[in-house]
């Protein structure tokens, strides 16, 4: 019985799979709404917004939809959060894409995934929300790229708990954290410039949150420069307890890539690998392993890093007769341990790398994206199938085709409303006791005329 | 004569004595609803059985599969843990069972702020909702059991509740012909053990699934079912300021961690250390279980103390400022996602009316009108269909 839920599905992955068929577009001119357009729009609609301020949250409940700014002489449509809205855009339908919008002055974030996979977030320009910018939570497989970012008191581009990301060509500044990978697996972050943050890049894992582990992270060919901003995250977020002046930070994460980057400029360190400890006064969490390991630092371009680096690291460095900060600053026990590797290691100012071995690697060339080839497989639901997942959903739980459940079997169901879908929608609202030997039927009257026909039409039409 | 007579006698006697097995003590051979039967055992059948979850943890947004739920029982054990669960029998005094303090009418919870002990006495904590428990791996505020039949021996065997001993337990149903007939049934006629006794206690509480509410229609693609304000609640609940989501997580609506967040105890009761007092950690002190919100409507009063009586005060709770409940000279390591949200009014009306679209009952199981002991059971009395 409950393969009849993946095949219908699959029945309608076929009609995903060519949206062109369907798609429409959908067109929002300055003074309309884009939620109004998302009401209206089908899997596979692209919502193409004009120049104009739209000062509204929008939320995307449905799979396979667009939002598509549309930039004319330079103008952009703007996303106003005027200080008070929460986020300007939520998502949680799957094959989701929002590009080319200008997102402003939100209290929450600019765009937020909860779930929804294959996402596509690309050409926006976000400045000055309230807590992220970008942050995917819970998708599989999806794509950040050409974003700007500004202004933003937690992390910029912050990818939670999510598998196969890449992140690219983003420039990120004057945010407490530039990118941040977190209980995350297979992120590709690469040609990103990461400047004036507070922290440039992070890969962390943060404990108390349900999916425990980071691994299988590249960092490659960034610029991650000058992040020497002092730290105005809200006090209590993790982000809040990270010094200022760090090009990156890899904290418990595990096989970690870092290749190809320019660091520079960064006050306090380069690179520091940390455990967990480096975060302090959170409630521990025993799922959590607090250690990073195996590090692979193939060849960077690091300079200038640790010049004004702050107390606890000047007073580290001091311990190796160096009065300034390091290229690469391995702190506390697991992270100087020789599961970690390095190339040409004597280019760098480096604490704590002493023990690490050399890398048999020495390049990542073969690795162009971490998404998965042909995107992940979703289970889409559109209007068409909805009453199948109804039926399935509900009704299958206490009837079975030509079995008693709970409920008398649909067999027999269908033998006595024969040609009576009406019959049907009319008892489930309000049913009463007809058998003595099976207890009474829940009342369905929450869904709507129209649905409780549909749900009968479908029920006289099983077959299996 | 008289030595003829003695065997009848006890037989006529045996026979008249309540104990004697009933013929109309039989099992259901069906699965409760919402299940299917497939290889002897019950399987759910839910909106969300056709659904993942990244790395199964069963976390995630409106379509996202649920964590694994403690499936396969047979009908038989589910219908005789359903006879236990409403049983005085299980109490030494035989005036208390489990629906005592999880009473079906009210979300299976039993009202108070703490529920009422053996003697009278207000325990200090506030009894849960059993709906979804079969989903759940650590049980209790502080999640000190690790699976329902750990967490059962709680209140079978504490002074404070049942105040039964496994002998005594085991006994009174050996002693009950009717259970004898019904273990048998359940359990292919191996010898009545305490051990079924727990089986069929998880198995009937895991039958105690919700997840057809308005909100799931909506997870589901039926965007009509929930009105304009309650579609703005959930948008304030999964908002990046109210953050509620990020700790009460869909669609099981808890993300099952441990999350210090500082609720106020009663006036004048001290700090319930929560899991600290489990593990020992500091860093644990005031942690608790992130709870379900499915059913909460149904389930006053909130949190672990019960010190909330009404949902709004609950989310008021919320945004009246990091750590403004904690005690003077207590430090506690807050949670990062409890922050200064500035909600308003307005959206504190929206989140209420959000949560109260997580209601549903509709497998609600029969409540028994007799139990096998043929004392009275507990807390049948309403049936909400």
């Known amino acids: ?464 | 004569m008289q030595r003829r007579l003695r065997p009848l006698l006890l037989w006529v006697i045996g026979m008249a004595l309540p104990l004697a097995a009933d013929a109309e003590w039989r099992l259901s051979d069906i699965c409760p609803a919402g299940f299917h039967s497939r290889d002897g055992g019950c399987y759910l059948q839910s909106f969300y059985s056709g659904y993942a979850s990244l790395q199964e943890s069963g976390v995630g947004g409106l379509k996202t599969g649920m964590p694994p739920l403690r499936e396969g029982f047979t009908a038989q054990q589910i219908d005789l843990g359903r006879l236990l669960f409403f049983d005085p029998l299980l109490s030494v005094d035989g005036d208390m069972a489990c629906s005592s303090c999880h009473q079906p009418a009210r979300g299976f919870t039993d009202g108070l702020a703490g529920s009422v002990g053996r003697h009278g006495e207000a325990m200090h904590r506030s009894a849960p909702t059993l709906w979804n428990v079969g989903f759940l791996r650590e049980l209790f505020w502080d999640a000190r059991a690790k699976s329902l039949e750990e967490q059962m021996k709680g209140p079978l065997f504490s002074q404070e509740e049942m105040a039964n001993t496994p002998a005594q337990l085991l006994k009174s149903l050996q002693d009950n012909a009717n259970y004898e007939e019904l273990f048998k049934q359940a359990f292919n006629d191996e010898p009545l053990s305490l051990g079924q006794v727990y089986t069929a206690l998880a198995a009937f509480q895991s039958s105690l699934v919700s997840l057809g509410s308005r909100y799931d229609l909506y997870a589901n693609g039926f965007h009509e079912v929930l009105t304009q304000p309650e579609i703005e609640g959930m948008n304030v609940f999964r908002s990046f300021v109210a953050r509620c989501a990020e700790c009460h997580t869909p669609p099981a609506f808890t993300n099952q961690q441990i999350a210090v967040i500082g609720t106020p105890e009663p006036e004048g009761a001290a700090l319930d250390p929560g899991v600290q007092a489990i593990t020992g950690d500091a860093s644990q002190r005031g942690g608790f279980r992130v709870p379900t919100l499915r059913n909460i409507e149904l389930t006053a009063p909130y949190m672990h103390s019960g010190r909330f009586k009404t949902l709004r005060e609950t989310v008021a709770f919320y945004t009246g400022g990091r750590g403004h409940a904690v005690p003077k000279g207590e430090h506690l390591s807050l949670h990062w996602h409890i922050w200064e949200p500035d909600l308003t009014d307005h959206e504190l009306d929206l989140l209420v009316a959000f949560l109260k679209t997580l209601t549903d009952q509709s497998f609600m199981p029969v409540l028994p009108a007799k139990v096998p002991s043929g004392l009275t059971p507990v807390a049948t009395q309403i049936l909400t269909h």
Not at chain 1, 3 to 31: H, R, T, Y
Not at chain 1, 240 to 251: C, D, L, Q, R
Not at chain 1, 338 to 366: H, L, M, Q
Not at chain 1, 436 to 444: F, N, R
């Open chain 1, 1 to 464: 019985m409950t393969k009849i839920i993946p095949l219908g599905l699959l029945w309608l992955s076929l009609l995903v799979a060519a949206p062109s068929l369907m798609a429409a577009e959908i067109s929002v001119k300055d003074g309309e709404s884009i939620q109004g357009a998302v009401n209206k729009a089908e899997t596979g609609d692209v919502i193409l917004v004009y120049p104009g301020t739209y000062k509204e949250s929008v939320y995307v409940d449905k799979d396979g939809i667009t939002i598509r700014g549309v930039v004319q002489d330079g103008e952009w449509p703007v996303m106003e959060g005027e200080g008070k809205r929460n986020d300007a855009i939520l998502y949680s339908g799957n094959d989701f894409t929002v590009e080319w919008l200008t997102i402003t002055h939100y209290k929450g974030n600019a765009i937020m995934g909860q779930a929804g996979n294959n996402f596509v977030i690309r050409y926006n320009r976000v400045i000055d929300t309230g807590v992220y910018g970008i942050f995917p939570q819970f998708g599989k497989n999806g794509l950040i790229e050409y974003n700007v970012l500004s202004g933003i008191e937690d992390a910029a581009i912050y990818v939670g708990m999510c598998d196969n990301v890449d992140v690219r060509h983003n420039e990120v500044f004057d945010n407490v954290a530039g990118i941040e990978i977190e209980n995350t697996r297979h992120a590709l972050v690469e040609n990103n410039y990461a400047h004036d943050n507070t922290a440039g890049l992070l890969v962390f894992i943060t404990p108390g949150l349900p999916i425990k582990t980071t691994f299988d992270v590249i960092l490659r060919n960034n610029f991650v420069v000058n992040n020497n901003t002092a730290n105005f995250g809200a006090p209590g977020s993790i982000v809040s307890k990270v010094p200022a002046g760090i090009g990156i930070v890899v904290m418990a994460a595990d096989d970690v890539v870092v290749e190809g980057n320019i660091v520079s400029g960064n006050k306090t360190a380069g690179i520091v690998v940390t455990d967990l400890a480096f975060i302090t006064d959170i409630s521990s969490d025993p799922e959590s392993e607090p250690n990073p390991d195996r590090m692979v630092f193939l060849d960077n371009l690091m300079f200038d890093n640790g010049a004004d680096p702050v107390a606890d690291v000047k007073a580290l460095m001091l311990t190796q007769f160096s009065r300034s900060g390091p290229d690469i600053l391995a702190n506390l026990g697991s992270a100087q341990e020789p599961d970690n590797c390095i190339i040409n290691r004597e280019r760098y100012t480096s604490f704590g790398v002493k023990k690490w071995s050399e890398c048999e690697r020495k390049d990542t060339a073969d690795i162009t994206t971490m998404r998965i080839p042909g995107g992940a497989p979703n289970e889409v639901v559109t209007t068409e199938n909805r009453t199948k997942l109804l039926y399935q959903g509900i009704c299958a739980g206490c009837h079975a085709y030509n079995m008693r459940m709970i409920g008398p079997p649909t067999l027999t169901v269908q033998a006595l409303y024969r040609n009576d879908p009406q019959g049907i929608a009319d008892y489930i609202a309000a049913p009463h006791k007809v058998r003595t030997d099976y207890p009474a039927m829940p009342p369905q009257g929450h869904l709507s005329p129209d649905l409780r026909r549909e749900v009968a039409e479908f029920m006289l039409n099983v077959t299996k």
